[in-house]
């Protein structure tokens, strides 16, 4: 267990709707990583959150929105959704101290959405 | 950019084998490599790192890695692997510069047969 929990675990929708994941990082990490694992794309990274700024971000479509709250979980909002947006959703955390250049990221069960 | 590529998709082994799983970056800049454990239906786990120093690297499980900065590998292996280590195992690369995002190889499965 690696102290990141994500909610829903699963989630089925149907294209056109709009979704919302849940993360809670570890204990104390002040920063929150999206990734998209998918089988033709493989594991991508969306975005970084540190202490409630956006830090980085990665092949996130503009679709896709996320935000950090004062509390530090976050929220991935995924709008319009296509089927290829299929896939499972990590999320990860870290620290946040050593400035991200060294920081391990622990990840999250992941929230499996199905596109309908 | 920064890349990583892992040159076998699946890795077939017998129980109690050696195994050597394939990683190759590419980057301009000086980087951090990672190796990742993902077993079915769970997240992914961190196995070992290379962030400086001696260029093996050992981790859980009884894996360690390589750092082999002319030929830009970062190989895992295991002297005699477990049932238990089948999984899929993502190499990962960061670079100094900038913020630890991480780039991800497409995976390589590890299929540890009796």
């Known amino acids: 267990d690696s102290g990141v929990t994500q909610t829903p675990k699963h989630l089925i929708t149907a294209t056109g709707q709009r979704v919302t994941l849940r993360c809670s990082p570890r204990?104390?990490?002040?920063?929150v990583y999206w990734y998209q694992q998918s089988l033709d794309q493989g594991l991508q990274f969306l975005i970084q959150?540190?202490?409630?700024?956006?830090?980085a971000k990665g092949n996130i479509l503009e679709r896709f929105s996320a935000q950090q709250f004062p509390d530090l979980h976050s929220e991935l909002n995924l709008s319009s959704l296509e089927l290829g947006d299929s896939a499972l959703y990590f999320c990860?955390?870290?620290?946040?101290?050593?400035?991200?250049?060294?920081?391990?990221?622990?990840f999250g069960p992941g929230t499996r959405l199905l596109v309908l | 950019a920064q890349s990583v590529t892992q040159l076998d998709s699946q890795v077939p082994v017998f129980e109690e084998a050696p195994v050597e799983l394939r990683c190759n970056y590419s980057?301009?800049?000086?980087?951090?490599l990672f190796w990742y454990v993902q077993y079915p239906n769970q997240g992914l786990q961190l196995l070992l790192k290379?962030?400086?120093?001696?260029?093996l690297v050992k981790g859980i499980n009884g894996f360690e890695a390589e750092f082999n900065k002319s030929q830009t590998s970062f190989h895992l292996r295991k002297p005699s692997v477990h049932i238990s280590d089948t999984a899929e195992y993502f190499c990962?690369?960061?670079?100094?510069?900038?913020?630890?995002?991480?780039?991800f190889g497409k995976g390589t499965m590890l299929l540890v047969s009796p």
């Open positions: 980057s301009s800049v000086s980087v951090y």
């Open positions: 990962a690369v960061s670079e100094y510069s900038g913020y630890s995002t991480l780039t």
């Open positions: 290379y962030l400086s120093g001696s260029t």
């Open positions: 204990s104390g990490d002040l920063s």
């Open positions: 959150y540190y202490n409630g700024e956006e830090r």
């Open positions: 990860a955390s870290s620290d946040g101290l050593a400035g991200g250049l060294q920081e391990t990221q622990y």
